[in-house]
Nanobody, 115 residues
Framework: QVQLVESGGGLVQAGGSLRLSCAAS????????MGWYRQAPGKQRDLVAR???????NYADSVKGRFTIYRDNAKNTVYLQMNSLKPEDTAVYYC?????????WGKGTLVTVSS
């Protein structure tokens, strides 16, 4: 049984920073992808960033240069450092793990950016 537990969301002013964390437990095999998606009210869930177990990364165009994803394989934890936050970054952020083509999701953490 794989579980993902997110932390680090909250309220921040525009231009501020937050760091999200997601700890995975259970049978975590490699290779795998860990990543973050977000869903704003009334919108679909979109990829923000993801990182493979060999640290290869990819980002949504809207966050390039502002967000950084990294991971600690020893702790099975992925982080998302979010800088220069904008009101349009407001959303529920979900942690995602893909192992052998199986998707696992966290429950989500709310990030609210005020203008």
């Amino acid at each position: 049984q794989v579980q993902l537990v997110e932390s680090g969301g909250g309220l921040v002013q525009a231009g501020g920073s937050l760091r999200l964390s997601c700890a995975a437990s259970g049978s975590i095999f490699r290779p795998n992808f860990m990543g973050w998606y977000r869903q704003a009210p009334g919108k679909q869930r979109d990829l923000v960033a993801r990182i493979r177990s060999d640290s290869t990364t990819n980002y949504a165009d809207s966050v390039k240069g502002r967000f950084t994803i990294y991971r600690d394989n020893a702790k099975n934890t992925v982080y998302l450092q979010m800088n220069s936050l904008k009101p349009e970054d407001t959303a529920v952020y979900y942690c995602n793990l893909i192992v052998y083509s199986i998707d696992y999701w966290g429950k989500g953490t709310l990030v609210t950016v005020s203008s």
